[in-house]
């Protein structure tokens, strides 16, 4: 059984950058591909980047392009969000997810959720 853990959240000033992490917990993580989403209030839940399994391959919302960095370290079986020049639009719950497709890019191309953090931006 997948289970995923998101930390690092917390609330921060526009401009400044914050990394989330996710720790994942259960067997072959290198099999699966890595995603992270965020949810604002009365919004849905918005793709932001993917890492392939083996790290070599990435892809991003264009909502984030040039600010999300998406990283992961197979030997710790963990994936990071990096985010830099946060603005106020960027406030949401974020969440890590994992997918046992070669691409996924789609919420509904992942089989495994965390529970999401907090991030806050403050203008």
């Known amino acids: 059984q997948v289970h995923l853990v998101e930390s690092g959240g917390g609330l921060v000033q526009a401009g400044e950058s914050l990394r989330l992490s996710c720790a994942f917990s259960?067997?072959?993580?290198?099999?699966?591909?890595m995603g992270w989403f965020r949810q604002a209030p009365g919004k849905e839940r918005e793709f932001l980047g993917f890492?392939?399994?083996?790290?070599?391959?990435?892809n991003y919302a264009d909502s984030v392009k040039g600010r999300f960095t998406v990283s992961r370290d197979n030997a710790k079986k963990t994936v990071d969000l990096l985010m830099s020049s946060l603005k106020s639009e960027d406030t949401a719950v974020y969440y890590c997810?994992?997918?046992?497709?070669?691409?996924?890019?789609?919420?509904?191309?992942?089989?495994?959720w965390g529970q999401g953090t907090q991030v806050t931006v403050s203008s």
């Open positions: 997810a994992a997918s046992d497709r070669l691409v996924a890019t789609e919420s509904y191309e992942y089989q495994y």
């Open positions: 890492i392939s399994w083996s790290g070599g391959s990435t």
């Open positions: 259960g067997h072959a993580f290198n099999s699966y591909a």
